[in-house]
């Protein structure tokens, strides 16, 4: 093995303990700083600083790990004449920030803009596009929601800045419940409607607040309702659905209102 590769060797392993260690000191650090925080201030300070915090450290260990990369390109001959063309031409400039703003680099942007603006916080229940939950992480590229079914969606930050935001948790804390159910093409809405609305009233673990029905969609053999409405806050929706789905059925058979097979 040459001299240039045993030194690009040890500087990767140097950096790749530096990146470790950094992220623990990092993790450790501002652990402590939000939990003195807690003591000190209300919850809704802790939720913007541990936002920031969380956004830093993982700027600060990219960061990092761009400079351990172009210190090994400057160890080979070839890539550090490269490394050193393109730092030092302008046209480069141009290309970062060209780049900055497009998929994927647009969402390490839009992710320290989340940061700073704040929008959206861990811990609050947002509703961007059909995606409605608990933002659980907010990484250089995405946003972890956890849906009101339980899924897990992962938000590109460049949508989370570009398109409308609903954060639930400042406004109405309450979780949406929805289902779609079928019925016959000839069926009445309005007598279906009446139908499902008195299920949601009956069912007393799938009560819901607001309910609506509508028409979600008009099929070659059904016309698809959609009933939905707002649930408490600790309410499992995935249970209330299915429940509610259930009852719906059952009374809607019995109405005669379903698709015929």
């Given at each position: ?24 000191v990092?993790g ?11 003591k ?26 761009i400079?351990v ?8 001959p ?16 141009a ?9 994927p ?21 947002i ?13 250089l ?11 897990t ?26 289902v ?21 009233a ?13 028409v979600?969609e ?5 016309v698809?309702l959609?009933?939905s409405?707002?649930a ?22 019995r109405?005669g209102l379903?698709p015929?097979?």
């Amino acid at each position: 093995m040459s001299d240039h590769a045993w030194e690009a060797l040890i500087t990767a392993i140097v950096g790749i303990v530096l990146l470790v260690v950094l992220r623990f000191v990092l993790g450790f650090a501002f652990d402590r700083i939000s939990r003195g925080a807690a003591k000190k201030r209300p919850p809704d300070y802790v939720a913007r600083l541990r936002t920031r915090l969380m956004v830093l450290r993982r700027v600060v260990l990219a960061f990092v790990f761009i400079v351990v990369i172009w210190a090994i390109l400057e160890i080979f001959p070839a890539t550090d004449d490269l490394a050193r063309t393109l730092l030092a031409s302008s046209a480069v400039v141009a290309l970062f920030v060209g780049v900055a703003f497009s998929v994927p680099l647009g969402n390490i942007g839009a992710g320290i803009l989340l940061s700073l603006t704040q929008p959206v916080r861990i811990g609050d229940r947002i509703t961007v596009g059909d995606v409605t939950g608990k933002a659980e992480e907010i990484t250089l590229i995405h946003t972890v929601v956890r849906t009101d079914d339980g899924r897990t969606a992962f938000v590109p930050n460049t949508q989370m800045v570009s398109s409308t935001v609903v954060n639930r948790s400042l406004d109405d804390p309450r979780r949406i419940v929805s289902v779609r159910l079928p019925i016959a093409m000839r069926a009445s809405v309005e007598e279906a409607r009446r139908v499902l609305l008195a299920v949601v009233a009956e069912v007393g673990a799938s009560h819901l607040e607001d309910a609506t029905v509508g028409v979600a969609e008009v099929g070659d053999q059904a016309v698809w309702l959609t009933v939905s409405g707002f649930a408490d806050p600790g309410t499992r929706v995935e249970r209330v659905a299915a429940t509610l789905r259930e009852h719906g059925l059952n009374a809607l058979g019995r109405a005669g209102l379903l698709p015929l097979e």
